[in-house]
């Protein structure tokens, strides 16, 4: 009785959690961005003040701080925690109690009763293997949690360039249509006093309805892209989101992709939450084949029967291992195992092959930006003494058009490959891993160690 209650006294209690609305914060002012908590060093010494616009770090932290994702991701890291923690556990052990009665009282006949104490010894023998499996499975939710706040870090960047990228856009198709608002005045003056045939005038009609078309698919972009950022700082989609400064920019040398390709597996989190899961997988086969020998129970028990005898016992049961012998436990935990070892060889060998693409994309992209660059450079001061020409009656408005056309096309494309620029330059950086990030992280530093 004294055990049951003591047993009682140390049960956990229910508490009640509500159902939030989901309707997210209401303003930037409300997020808090903690730099203690930051999964980047250097973050700790960055200045935060959102009243002043938010920057690309300042928008990668709020990102790291409040993302719902990584909510859910720290919330698994609870989770495999709190299963390291049972994996850890002893067996309670089982106490059993009986009583008989006689059913007439008569000299020399008492209340018999027996009580007995048994523990699960199997058990035991395979607590070890599973406190490693449990422990190696938390470090691997650990990790991805990393790796997580990595991505999100890269995504936060990316929509941050994004949204700069095609508020650029807006302006520049917004400045355009401004510009060809004239030409369409003087265009359509001309058709009502019949000096001008539709025919003659669909080139500068279909100017005109050019810019406008493609500044309402920026502006759905726009929406897309804003929509998305609002979403991973847990936003609500109304809050204002003021950005300021310049995009993330980042150029990896030569030498520190090749640094990073050689110790890609010390470096990168999720190749370490990898290596974990395997290490976790490993010790799960070891505990199934523990598992196959007999599982062993004993027990010790007093009794006194009716007659007022006393006995004191040993039990043990153990299990006959004629059928089962747990080989189909042990069969799932080996295929289990060949999977994530080709699992890890797959992911190693696709991130050297999207690296070494995306080494060369940025090559490639570069030198495009540099034509593009001189080319836009060039049909700017095209537009600007076309204009100059076009004000003063020197030049017909065909020619002009053309000269305006070809100009914005060059500055779009123009955006649109430094855009792609940006992209490939995140990607290629949340590929190399941070060795900052790493070597701050325990569970990383543990996995990394050879």
């Known amino acids: 009785m004294l055990a049951t209650l003591l047993g009682v006294g140390g049960c956990a209690t229910y508490a009640d ?14 997020l808090s961005a903690p730099t203690s908590e930051m999964p980047l060093p250097a973050w700790s010494t ?9 920057d690309a770090t300042e928008v990668a932290m709020l990102a790291v701080a409040n993302s719902p994702q990584l909510r859910l991701k720290r919330d698994e890291l609870g989770i495999a925690r709190a299963q390291a923690f049972a994996a850890g556990l002893l067996p309670d052990p089982q106490l059993s109690v009986s009583a008989d009665v006689p059913r007439r009282s008569g000299a020399g006949l008492v209340t018999a009763y027996s009580l007995g104490l048994s523990e699960d010894i199997g058990a035991l023998l395979t607590r070890s293997s599973r406190r490693a499996a449990a422990r190696d499975q938390a470090s691997q939710v650990n990790l991805d949690l990393l790796w997580a706040e990595w991505q999100t870090v890269a995504q936060a960047r990316l929509l941050f360039d994004q949204v700069l990228n095609l508020r650029a856009q807006r302006g520049r198709l917004e400045r355009e249509q401004q510009a060809l608002a004239t030409v369409g005045t003087y265009i359509r003056a001309a058709l009502d006093a019949g000096n001008l045939t539709y025919d003659s005038a669909s080139a500068g009609l279909n100017a005109e309805a050019d810019v406008h078309k493609r500044l309402a698919d920026t502006a759905v972009a726009l929406h897309q892209v804003e929509g998305d950022l609002h979403q991973l700082l847990g936003l609500a989609p109304t809050a204002k989101l003021d950005l300021a400064g310049a995009p993330y920019l980042n150029q990896p040398t030569p030498s520190q992709v090749q640094a990073a390709l050689d110790d890609l597996p010390r470096r990168r989190p999720d190749l370490l939450a990898l290596q974990a899961g395997y290490q ?33 016992g040993l039990s043990i049961g153990i299990t006959l291992p004629l059928f089962d012998r747990n080989r189909g436990n042990i069969a799932i935990e ?27 994309d940025l090559a490639t992209l ?43 096309s060059a500055d779009l494309d123009l955006l649109t490959v430094q855009q792609e620029r ?12 941070n060795t ?15």
């Open 17 to 30: 959690l509500p159902l939030g609305s989901g309707a997210g914060v209401t303003g930037v002012a409300r």
């Open 46 to 54: 960055h200045r935060f003040d959102p009243a002043d616009g938010l």
């Open 280 to 312: 976790s997988q490993q010790a799960k086969l070891r505990s199934a084949i523990l598992a196959q020998f007999p599982a062993l129970n004993i027990g010790f028990n007093t009794a006194r029967d009716t007659s007022a005898v006393y006995t004191n």
């Open 334 to 360: 080996r295929a289990t195992r060949q999977q994530l070892h080709d699992d890890y060889a797959v992911r190693v060998l696709a991130t050297r092959s999207d690296m070494q693409r995306i080494t060369r």
């Open 366 to 408: 570069d030198g495009q930006l540099a034509t593009l660059t001189a080319h836009s450079q060039q049909l700017d001061q095209a537009r600007a003494s076309a204009e100059r020409a076009w004000q003063a009656g020197s030049l017909d408005w065909p020619t002009y058009l053309a000269i305006r056309t070809n100009a914005l």
């Open 422 to 433: 940006a992209r490939q330059s995140i990607a290629l950086e949340a590929l190399l891993g």
């Open 436 to 450: 900052d990030l790493v070597a701050a992280h325990p569970d990383a530093a543990k996995a990394s160690t050879p």
